[in-house]
């Protein structure tokens, strides 16, 4: 099925005379662990009753889908669902939550969301795609492989579809080429288990493996075990 690109909607309007967090990410969107980073933005889902707008919070470690909120408009609690939803999940300690300089991410709520909650928030500059370049590829992906190819009559059609893709299909299926080609949960997940592998090993190879007594330390067992037989 051919695609067509959509007709554009201004979703990022700046507020005059508004403090805008410094950039504290310079376009280099790579992280060493998970919720040290976090990019975040706005697009629009056309339907025939409406605009549908979705605020997106995405780890940039495992480009994995943090947080999410869909409204028919553009106010402040759009981003501040987004972000709730993200620090449910994930609990972070510090972690950057990089957006534009669009006027409700630099709304007083939502500073003093990220305030009470530990986040630091920064902003790129205006009207600049590449300083949220990573989070401009996860909307291009999504128009690419949903919007562009659905037409949906209201706003439930399309929250229903936006839910099915980001958790039914993007964060547990969507492999990703930076990823080793694996989606993001499957990367998350892998990262995990070598956590708890690595957590398990012995100092030193002549001490003696711990005999499992629940399917949790099963993990560190078969890790101190092929330790012991290598």
Not at 61 to 89: E, Y
Not at 187 to 198: I, S, Y
Request: glycine letters at 6%; hydrophobic letters at 40%; aromatic letters at 10%.
């Amino acid at each position: 099925m051919g695609v067509s690109r959509r007709r554009y909607v201004t979703t990022t309007r700046r507020a005059r005379n508004r403090y805008a967090p410094p950039d504290l990410v310079s376009r280099n969107f790579e992280a060493a662990a998970p919720d040290r980073l976090w990019v975040a933005d706005i697009t629009y889902v056309p339907t025939h009753a409406g605009f549908l707008y979705l605020a997106v919070v995405i780890d940039a470690w495992s480009r994995r889908v943090v947080g999410w909120a869909m409204r028919n408009d553009l106010k402040t609690p759009l981003v501040l669902d987004a972000l709730d939803m993200a620090l449910r999940q994930r609990r972070p300690n510090g972690v950057i939550h990089h957006s534009d300089q669009g006027c409700q991410y630099t709304s007083i709520a939502f500073g003093l969301r990220c305030k009470a909650k530990g986040v630091r928030p920064s902003t790129g500059s205006v009207g600049d795609a590449y300083d949220n370049a990573m989070c401009e590829s996860f909307f291009a992906t999504l128009e690419c492989e949903l919007i562009d190819r659905s037409r949906f009559r209201n706003l439930f059609e399309a929250r229903s579809a936006v839910f099915e893709f980001i958790e039914g299909w993007y964060n547990p299926r969507r492999r990703h080429s930076a990823l080793g080609y694996r989606s993001p949960n499957e990367f998350e997940k892998a990262f995990a288990t070598q956590a708890r592998l690595e957590a398990c090993l012995p100092p030193n190879p002549s001490t003696p493996a711990p005999v499992p007594n629940d399917a949790a330390s099963s993990v560190c067992y078969d890790a101190n075990v092929s330790t012991e037989a290598g």
